[in-house]
């Protein structure tokens, strides 16, 4: 999704996530502003409080970044990853966190492979695989971000900007 606007907003990587979900409800978060709190919402801003403080650690050799904020211009996305682990080999891993068991979510994988992106542009290396890490089951789930993940992340984040931008579009089309 190149773009040749210098002064293209940013879309949200969250944005991306809602969309894989639902259009609709991405645009009715992203452009109406309306968001209603449940006790699952609740419960994985909760849990969330221990990754969305910008800090880091070091264990076994392995850099664990926190609430890490990202970019990319090319996809026109920001955005910040919950953990990313630097290993000693070079190698980038980053894991987002979701409540709930683990399962295999199409909308999850959007969002992963869209931090994975924006970490390659920023850091200049390649970004192959990372993981949802489900805090219901304490497990990872690891995803490869391969080709066809991330011209999904490219076709997602055009359609979030598209649906976006254009306030005539209805938000359920």
């Excluded at 949200?12 to 996530?17: D, F, M, R, V, Y």
């Amino acid at each position: 999704m190149e773009s040749n606007d210098a002064e293209m907003d940013l879309v949200s990587i969250s944005a991306l996530n809602q969309y894989g979900y639902c259009p609709r409800r991405c645009y009715l978060i992203h452009a109406e502003g309306e968001f209603r709190e449940n006790v699952h919402t609740l419960r994985g801003t909760r849990e969330h409080e221990r990754v969305d403080q910008l800090r880091h650690e070091v264990s076994e050799g392995v850099r664990v970044e926190y609430s890490l904020p990202i970019w990319s211009h090319r996809l026109g996305l920001s955005g910040r990853c919950d953990v990313v682990e630097f290993h000693p080999d070079g190698s980038v891993y980053p894991v987002e966190y979701k409540h709930g068991k683990r399962k295999r979510w199409i909308n999850d994988d959007l969002q992963l492979a869209a931090q994975a992106m924006c970490l390659e542009e920023t850091l200049g290396r390649p970004v192959v695989k990372g993981a949802i890490y489900h805090q219901q089951s304490r497990r990872r789930r690891e995803v490869m971000i391969d080709t066809t993940l991330r011209e999904a992340v490219q076709t997602a984040a055009r359609a979030v900007r598209r649906r976006l931008s254009d306030k005539k579009l209805p938000p359920h089309s």
